[in-house]
């Protein structure tokens, strides 16, 4: 059982950054793959970036590539998603999202368990 909290959106304009934090219960939480996926009005839900339990091998989306950076904090329960170059179109509800171990499927949503409630991000143009 993990419960996940997320943090840090808000309002901000294009190009600019933001941090959001995945803050997560539970002692064992060093052993999840940790995803970020997003979800806008009208839209799918969308994969944005995983990191391994180890923090060693992380992935991106393409969309996000290169402007986003996921990381994770083990001793503090947290896992982090770096937004820079923020463009309008990274206007959605973000939500991270656990899955204990190695998973095959980071880049799905039907691969993870436990999930946040999702935070805001807004990108004004």
């Known amino acids: 059982q993990v419960q996940l909290v997320e943090s840090g959106g808000g309002l901000v304009q294009a190009g600019g950054s933001l941090r959001l934090s995945c803050a997560a219960s539970?002692?064992?939480?060093?052993?999840?793959?940790v995803g970020w996926f997003r979800q806008a009005p009208g839209k799918e839900r969308e994969f944005v970036a995983v990191?391994?339990?180890?923090?060693?091998?992380?992935y991106q989306a393409d969309s996000v590539k290169g402007r986003f950076t996921i990381s994770r904090d083990n001793a503090k329960n947290t896992v982090y998603l770096q937004m820079n170059a923020l463009k309008h179109e990274d206007t959605a509800v973000y939500y991270c999202?656990?899955?204990?171990?190695?998973?095959?499927?980071?880049?799905?949503?039907?691969?993870?368990?436990?999930w946040g409630q999702g935070t805001q991000v807004t990108v004004s143009s």
């Open positions: 990191i391994s339990w180890s923090g060693i091998s992380t």
């Open positions: 999202a656990a899955a204990y171990g190695v998973i095959d499927t980071s880049n799905k949503a039907s691969g993870y368990d436990y």
């Open positions: 539970g002692r064992t939480f060093s052993r999840y793959t």
